[in-house]
């Protein structure tokens, strides 16, 4: 195992993870990466019909009068409902602050017509403050934005009797939904430029080229397999924040989309014509044919309020005034790494040992 705590923040940074596994921050850190499900193994889908048929027997292999029920005001939850037993607990998160969406209105639709026991998780930034640190310790890395939401989430679902939570987050990944990543045929340094989380040039001393995550994609000489690159990388970081939570609170989980896959090509023009996730909105519109498609909306978080008074990082490894131009959502991805470089060089190695030693509980 290598240790390069440079390399793994420029990592972090760019890609919300380390994506080499043979390199960690510090000796004792060993990042708890989610692993994806080989493509092999994924059960391919042509229809509507066919995920929803796939679906069913996913969900036959466990226990679903002891599961619980992710539930967020979008399709792709709504759709799990209808496979869930009546009175299954569901689950929102409602997040508190400023300009903070709220999707219990939209979930509490859904429950009621499969008549599930709606429950809302107002989610604020303590709940944040009061558990990253473990989170991280858990996963060896700085934490991906939702998982506190998904861990506060699990250990209620647990206290209430659930053994193992039904989620639906990689239909985006899986079916066509990252439409703005999708929205053109991107050259290789404009995708590198769109997707990077947070340029590791514009907030730390000493950053790291980490491309080579991103040539393992390029296509010719200027050209990236992007399609391929949202089901493989950014699939991994997507389903790795809540999973973690999840794990950590000690709750298996279920996301069915995770193992589907389309059967053919994914049909470019129809996503960019405005039919993204074209089979899971048919799919929608078969369980719920009283109401309209709901479009993606915006992430929950109120990250451009928590942060909005945040000076920035203090730290040595970081530039100063490194966020003035920085999103909410980098800021805290930023705010992140500085916390968890705190708490692993401010706590022995011992220690820190100990508190990861065990692994996810």
């Known amino acids: 195992m290598k240790y390069d705590k440079n390399y793994c923040m420029s990592s972090y940074l760019t890609f919300r993870y380390v994506y080499d596994p043979n390199v960690c921050f510090k000796e004792g850190i060993v990042h708890r990466d989610h692993q994806l499900i080989r493509d092999s193994e994924k059960a391919p889908c042509k229809t509507a019909e066919d995920i929803d048929r796939n679906i069913k027997k996913i969900l036959s292999t466990i226990d679903l009068s002891k599961s619980a029920l992710m539930l967020s005001g979008g399709m792709d939850s709504a759709i799990l409902a209808s496979y869930m037993p009546p009175r299954t607990k569901a ?22 017509i499969y008549n599930l026991e709606h429950i809302i998780i107002d989610v604020t930034w303590d ?3 009061d558990t990253m640190d473990e989170l991280m310790l858990n996963d060896g890395s700085p934490i991906i934005p939702n998982e506190p939401q998904a861990y506060k989430i699990a250990k209620i679902a647990k206290q209430n009797g659930a ?3 039904v989620y639906g987050d990689c239909a985006d990944t899986e079916f066509g939904g990252m439409t703005k990543l999708l929205s053109k045929d991107w050259t290789y340094d404009g995708w590198v430029k769109r ?7 514009i907030v730390l001393k000493n950053p790291v080229d980490v491309s080579g995550l ?10 990236i397999d992007f399609v391929k690159f949202i089901s493989e990388p950014y699939a991994l970081t997507a389903a790795g924040a809540l999973t973690n939570g999840f794990r950590y609170a000690g709750i298996d989980c279920v996301d069915p ?8 090509p994914l049909d470019l023009q129809r996503v960019r014509s405005g039919d993204s996730k074209y089979l899971i909105r048919d799919l929608f519109r078969m369980k719920y044919p009283m109401l309209d498609v709901p479009e993606k909306l915006p992430m929950s978080r109120p990250a451009e309020f928590w942060f909005k008074d945040w000076s920035g990082p203090k730290r040595d490894e970081f530039l100063p005034n490194c966020v003035e131009k920085l999103t909410g959502e980098q800021k805290l991805l930023v705010y992140s790494l500085e916390r968890f470089l705190n708490l692993i060089y401010n706590t022995s190695s011992i220690d820190v040992a100990n508190a990861i030693g065990g692994g996810y509980k």
Do not use: H, M, Q, W
């Open 91 to 112: 689950y929102t998160a409602r997040c508190i602050g400023e300009n903070a969406i709220d999707e219990t209105v939209r979930a509490k639709k859904y429950c009621e």
């Open 127 to 129: 709940d944040y403050s």
């Open 214 to 223: 991103y040539d393992l994609y390029r296509i010719g000489e200027d050209k």
């Open 257 to 264: 989309y995770e193992r589907l896959k389309l059967a053919e």
């Open 195 to 201: 997707y990077t989380f947070v340029d590791p040039k």
């Open 163 to 165: 053994n193992c939570i």
